[in-house]
């Protein structure tokens, strides 16, 4: 832990170096700042109240690369099946951290769809206007983040603007040799009264561990839409911390889907600021995991205006040894009267050695609201399964309808039919079973 | 076809079959009717496969073949079906899908390939226009929000596709009003042949009206205390089942 806190202290004087006449830039001063942050903090640990449930240490302990340099080239035909093939895309490929224009397919026509890095030197007014703004400024690990903050998504939907097709943002990683540590910083403003689809994955191509520290601001702005599914299915060598913040003016609509069936290590913190009424924000998750995988899901849904409403739903179904935690706050102020809030987690285990540690938190100093929460932890239901077996269903195949079953209503607000049909498919292969239906 | 010995069955501990003969031949229909907690449904479902249920002493053969080690699935790919007296709703499964995947898994174990869809969707279309059910129906979750008795018509439309060997219709009566009833049997009775066999479990004679039974069996206290033809229905409709009570406590 000191190790990569040694390591990352001195990548960073590296990093300011480096930047020759960028580093006097208000973004580099937010990024100092962070660091400071970080320098303090420390990363989190079991001490503290976030992180009760989740050990960061294993994913620490190892000597990750910190920067990293395009030697891989990936083809095209090799990655396909990361993306929704069978259809139309703008593309934002990442590989080991550096913007793959080979891969990507971007856009400055009605709307920008390009990189990060681009934009700070294109027009570094529109990033210092939202840089940091939206993430949590305490919280060490976004800080790190922050820090580091070069490279990654930018798009920028302009008033009015619909985005005619979903977005994809992919970061693979390809070392061979060396672990290594990406962090990838994304910004996303939806204007006024403007829509964007948007599906961002991580996927490491190599057996070495991987820790990606991803952190996203989005901006909502008043009436825009937005829809952002993130689909957390790397492979069991790859860690992903994931903080991801946003802002929600008056009658925004946002819709945010976390699918988590991969991954070593998952940890999403999720936070939904509203700052104008009228606003609809709807988080669902699904999660499905099994030996020796962990997510970790904190979510906060902060209410500070009245006439807003939040609809929250996480499925999670955990085999083997995994364990799974979900925190979700609801925060609803004083004055954020006619809130609607509501929060469901429910939960199966299909072993005696998976855990779930599950709390939902909802503080309500308002008294004109309509809020709930629930949360369940159960096992798979016997009769339900003995019925599909009198019907001539197998145990395994009835065992993962079931599941399915269970799960499914978590892809409720997938609008993406092609991102819907690859999750079904992820589903059922996680589940182990080849369904002959479109489930 | 269906051949019970001397079966002796319970659950944690508190035996509920004490001794079951039965015997079902292809073609015909037996009722076992009994009053309350005398073990219908237990005995339908262990015939299925149930496997909370422990059995202790007993033989069970299914033409020809012992079948108490065989799994649910088993005897259902072998033509056993049983119509739950309560359906479980599973939501986010639709009725096609959920059939869809009973035929092909029961094909598939018998060594078939799977049904075209074509066919599939006709026969769907055949089985449910006698049972005068609705097309919108097949697009439903799996019993999710369904009456009651659209789930025990839901039951005779899964068994009319699955066309199995012997049914076991658990109370499939109640919760149907009259029309519903009238129609579910009627259906029953176009998918009887010679083939084929069927056991009513029933509380009640109405039922036995639509579907007229070849034998039927009184259930009590985990035994079957009198067997008769369709007459001993009606006389228990008649009379209830005290008298039975007590001509089995005399015995």
């Known amino acids: 832990m000191d190790q990569l806190k040694d390591k990352l202290e001195s990548s960073f004087i590296i990093f300011e170096n480096e930047l020759n006449g960028q580093a006097k830039t208000p973004i580099h001063k937010v990024r100092q700042k962070a660091f400071k942050t970080f320098e303090e903090k420390g990363f989190p640990t079991k001490r503290d109240e976030e992180w009760k449930y989740t050990n960061l240490k294993p ?101 009015g603007q619909t985005v005619d097709k979903p977005v994809e943002i992919i970061f693979f990683t390809t070392r061979q040799d060396k672990e290594v540590m990406i962090q990838p910083r994304n910004l996303i403003i939806v204007e006024e009264n403007a829509e964007v689809q948007i599906v961002e994955r991580h996927q490491s191509l190599s057996e070495f561990p991987v820790l990606t520290n ?47 069936f991969g991954n070593k290590f998952v940890r999403n913190n999720l936070d939904i600021f509203l700052k104008g009424e009228h606003t609809e924000t709807h988080l669902d998750g699904i999660t499905i ?3 020796g995988q962990l997510v970790d899901h904190h979510t906060l849904v902060d209410h500070k205006i009245p006439n807003c409403s939040s609809n929250e739903l996480y499925k999670g179904i955990y085999d083997g040894s995994a364990h799974g935690v979900f925190n979700g706050k609801v925060m609803v102020h004083p004055h954020a009267q006619k809130t ?55 145990e395994k195949e009835g065992t993962a309808l079931l599941l399915y079953a269970f799960a499914n209503d978590g892809l409720r607000n997938v609008k993406i039919q092609e991102l819907r049909k690859k999750l079904n498919k992820q589903i059922a292969q996680k589940l182990g079973v080849n369904l002959d239906f479109e489930l | 076809m269906l051949k019970i010995n001397n079966l002796h069955a319970g659950i944690d501990g508190t035996e509920i079959l004490k001794g079951i003969n039965l015997e079902v031949k292809a073609g015909e229909v037996h009722a076992i009717m009994g009053p309350n907690g005398s073990g219908k449904s237990t005995l339908s479902a262990i015939i299925a496969g149930r496997e909370e249920y422990e059995v202790s002493q007993g033989r069970m053969d299914f033409e020809g073949e012992d079948i108490m080690d065989l799994a649910p699935e088993e005897r259902a790919h072998k033509g056993i079906f049983l119509s739950f007296q309560y359906p479980i709703e599973i939501p986010g499964v639709t009725v096609t899908n959920f059939l869809k995947t009973a035929i092909n898994e029961t094909r598939k174990a018998q060594g078939m390939d799977p049904m075209p869809a074509n066919e599939m969707l006709k026969k769907m279309r055949d089985k449910m226009s006698l049972l005068e059910m609705d097309k919108g129906f097949l697009s439903r979750s799996l019993n999710d929000g369904f009456s009651g008795g659209e789930k025990k018509r839901n039951e005779i439309f899964q068994m009319a596709m699955l066309e199995p060997k012997l049914a076991i219709l658990d109370e499939t009566d109640s919760g149907l009003d009259i029309d519903a009833l009238r129609v579910v049997a009627n259906g029953v009775n176009k998918l009887r042949n010679k083939d084929n066999a069927v056991i009513l479990i029933t509380h009640y004679q109405r039922l036995l009206d639509y579907i007229v039974p070849d034998v039927v069996h009184v259930l009590h206290k985990g035994k079957i205390v009198k067997s008769g033809d369709k007459n001993l229905a009606l006389k228990l409709e008649e009379k209830g089942y005290d008298w039975l009570k007590e001509e089995a406590s005399t015995l």
């Open chain 1, 59 to 159: 994913i620490l302990k190892h000597d990750y690369r910190i920067f990293q340099r395009s030697e891989n080239v990936i083809d095209f035909k090799d990655v396909k099946k990361f993306f929704l093939s069978d259809m139309d895309t703008y593309k934002l490929v990442f590989v080991d951290g550096i913007f793959s224009s080979w891969l990507s397919e971007t856009t400055h026509d009605r709307f920008d769809i390009c990189t990060f890095n681009s934009m700070m030197s294109k027009a570094p007014e529109v990033v210092e206007e939202y840089f940091n703004k939206a993430l949590p400024s305490e919280e060490s690990l976004a800080a790190i983040n922050t820090a580091f903050a070069r490279e990654g998504a930018f798009i920028r939907v302009k008033k």
């Open chain 1, 340 to 394: 609607n809030a509501f929060q469901e987690n429910n939960n199966i285990l299909l072993t005696d050695k998976a855990s779930i540690d599950t709390k939902p938190q909802l503080e309500i100093y308002a008294d004109d609201v309509q809020c709930s929460h629930g949360c369940t932890i159960g096992q798979l239901d016997e009769e339900a399964l003995f019925y599909l077996q009198s019907r001539g269903i197998p």
């Open chain 1, 214 to 260: 991803s952190a996203t601001e989005i901006f909502a702005q008043k009436s825009s839409r937005l829809f952002y599914y993130k689909v957390q299915n790397d492979n069991l060598d790859a860690s992903l911390i994931d903080t991801t913040s946003v802002v929600q003016q008056e009658r925004s609509n946002v819709s945010i889907g976390t699918f988590s």
């Open chain 1, 289 to 291: 995991i099994g030996d």
